[in-house]
């Protein structure tokens, strides 16, 4: 029959039905009117319909039954671009898809924490007996350097202290396993080791106080930055001068001796770079077996000088990143192009502590910030309490980095931040384990 004959046939029938054949009719449309396309359709095809869907929808899909709650689950893709969507990272070589639900409910408990400002909890290290100007993280242990005429080493997780040697007054620090590469107030930098407390070198030029020190064991040189507007480079192991850079015309508050990992007409990947620092401008050196360099370049964000860099600086070989008070730059190693500027009404006066791909570490006098670098805007923070301040910048820094570039549910672990307080105790934020 034609289907509008079937239509008169089947209305007919209705017609003739009692209560019991209705109440029949109505309870089998209803299923075979309703198609589960999760059930019927292939897997790929499902698939395909559940990327539409936000991981929220999802999530509660998975609630329907267990048939459903097994194919989105097994969905791989959709939960590896919600957990890229919300700043993680992501291994590709991974490809269980269950633990990539498990990763994404994991990741999205962290990221509601943080922007319930709840991420993080706080203690303090107890010891030195007089102003703490310098710190250095590294793996996990602290370096504090005060002028109480000490250096202390510290392990973060236990708050207990390592070693502690007697120095000289400390405006700068920085370690590794065997030894302490000092910077201070009497114009000169030293080498200790950490087992005997030994100054095994004395690097003795400056004619102004060393605020930053930097080396390099396999170059053998160790560089450093004083309020003489000067960068000496040393002989690591002798002790010598090896030159002294000139034409900063502020003191310079930092110098970073680093690898660099991209191509232009001035280096290679490979070459090894000095930056150095002062109030207004940022000036790069190429360093390495040739040590009489000549300034590359200088950067800076104000040609009259009316603006002020803040005295925290970061390079990872790609990019060298500076805060001021117009904002967050962000220059290109290989052009020295400024690639962007952050400038947001809350990044006025934010200090950069440490820069990421994702995520940059920010503060000020009140709090502890964290920048979604994706979308340029203060996702989380924390508050500080009343720190000591320091024009320099050196008494306060970033803990663990890698995070920065992405969490991955194993580095948001360890310190986030520590600053030196006015009673000379050290004032630590860490990351609070999951929940």
Known sequence: ???????????????????????????????LLKRDFLKLLPLELSFYLLKWLDPQTLLTCCLVSKQWN??????????QTACKNLGWQIDDSVQDALHWKKVYLKAILRMKQLEDHEAFETSSLIGHSARVYALYYKDGLLCTGSDDLSAKLW????????????????AAVKFDEQKLVTGSFDNTV???????????????????????????????????GSADFTVKVWALSAGTCLNTLTGHTEWVTKVVLQKCKVKSLLHSPGDYILLSADKYEIKIWPIGREINCKCLKTLSVSEDRSICLQPRLH????????????????W????????????????????????????????????????????????????????????????????????????????????????????????????????
């Open 1 to 31: 029959m034609p289907w509008k004959q079937k239509n008169e046939t089947l209305d007919h029938l209705i017609s003739l039905s009692g209560a019991v054949q209705l109440r029949h009719l109505s309870n089998n449309l209803e299923t």
């Open 70 to 79: 097994k194919v989105i689950s097994a969905c791989t893709e959709v939960w």
């Open 155 to 170: 392990d973060v997780s236990t708050g207990q202290c390592v070693y502690g040697i007697q120095t000289h007054t400390c």
């Open 190 to 224: 030293a080498c200790w080791e950490w087992s005997s407390g030994a100054r095994t070198q004395h690097f003795r030029g400056h004619t102004g106080a060393v605020f930053s020190v930097d080396y390099n064991d396999e170059l053998d040189i160790l560089v450093s």
């Open 315 to 330: 390079f990872d070989g790609k990019y060298i990143v500076c805060s001021s008070a117009l904002g967050l730059y962000q």
């Open 332 to 435: 290109d190693f290989a052009s020295y192009d400024i690639l962007r500027v952050i400038r947001t009404p809350e990044m006025a006066n934010l200090a950069l502590l440490g820069f990421g791909d994702v995520f940059a570490l920010l503060f000020d006098n009140r709090y502890l910030y964290i920048l979604d670098l994706r979308t340029e805007s203060l996702m989380s923070r924390w508050p500080l309490p009343e720190y000591r301040k320091s024009k320099r910048g050196s008494s306060f820094l970033a803990g663990e980095a890698s995070w920065l570039n992405g969490l991955d549910g194993h580095n948001d672990t360890g310190l986030v931040f520590a600053t030196s307080m006015p009673d000379h105790s050290i004032h630590l934020v860490l990351w609070k384990e999951h929940g």
